[in-house]
């Protein structure tokens, strides 16, 4: 079973501490608590590192020489409380000599409807729309 803790710290700030004792520090971003991660963009950096997690470990399986791995996470809130995201694009940028298009493109596509776990719970939440593009390595 997953597991997080949360500890207030003072004012708006709070230490979150994963199952494996990684931290990280959350605020709420007005003059005082400006210092930490806003907690809904962690779930934006969440969709990004679980998928890119997958792109990787697929890409590498399928031996494409992956060199560098970039994910753009933008969402689109509802205006008012609780400001849900409805729209979420992921623009992955993919470094590499000789990759594949369609091993790329295969391998989004497997994190996104199999393997992705953060993807999986915000599916029927959220409109989850992709891209890619591909960029050789600088010689």
Same mark, same amino acid.
């Given at each position: 079973? $997953?597991?997080?803790?949360?500890?207030?710290? +003072?004012?708006?700030?709070? $230490?979150?501490?994963? &199952? =494996?004792?990684?931290?990280?520090?959350?605020?709420?971003?007005?003059?005082? %608590?400006?210092? +930490?991660?806003?907690?809904?963009?962690?779930?934006?950096? /969440?969709? +990004? +590192?679980?998928?890119?997690?997958?792109?990787? &470990? #697929?890409?590498?399986?399928?031996?494409? %020489?992956?060199?560098?791995?970039?994910?753009?996470?933008?969402?689109?809130?509802?205006?008012?409380?609780?400001? /849900?995201?409805?729209?979420?694009?992921?623009?992955?940028?993919?470094?590499? =000599?000789?990759?594949?298009?369609?091993?790329?493109?295969? /391998?989004?596509?497997?994190?996104?409807?199999?393997?992705?776990?953060?993807? $999986? =719970?915000?599916?029927?939440? /959220?409109?989850?729309?992709? &891209?890619?593009? #591909?960029?050789?390595?600088?010689?």
């Amino acid at each position: 079973m $997953a597991q997080a803790k949360v500890k207030w710290i +003072g004012e708006g700030e709070f $230490a979150g501490t994963d &199952s =494996t004792k990684h931290s990280l520090i959350m605020s709420s971003q007005d003059e005082k %608590n400006a210092t +930490g991660l806003k907690p809904s963009e962690l779930l934006l950096l /969440a969709l +990004g +590192g679980c998928t890119g997690l997958d792109v990787v &470990s #697929i890409l590498k399986k399928r031996r494409q %020489n992956l060199t560098g791995l970039e994910i753009s996470v933008t969402g689109e809130q509802d205006p008012d409380p609780p400001w /849900a995201f409805r729209k979420i694009r992921l623009e992955y940028a993919l470094r590499g =000599t000789e990759l594949s298009e369609l091993a790329v493109e295969q /391998a989004i596509q497997l994190s996104e409807e199999k393997f992705c776990s953060v993807g $999986a =719970t915000l599916s029927g939440v /959220a409109e989850v729309t992709s &891209s890619f593009t #591909i960029v050789g390595d600088e010689t």
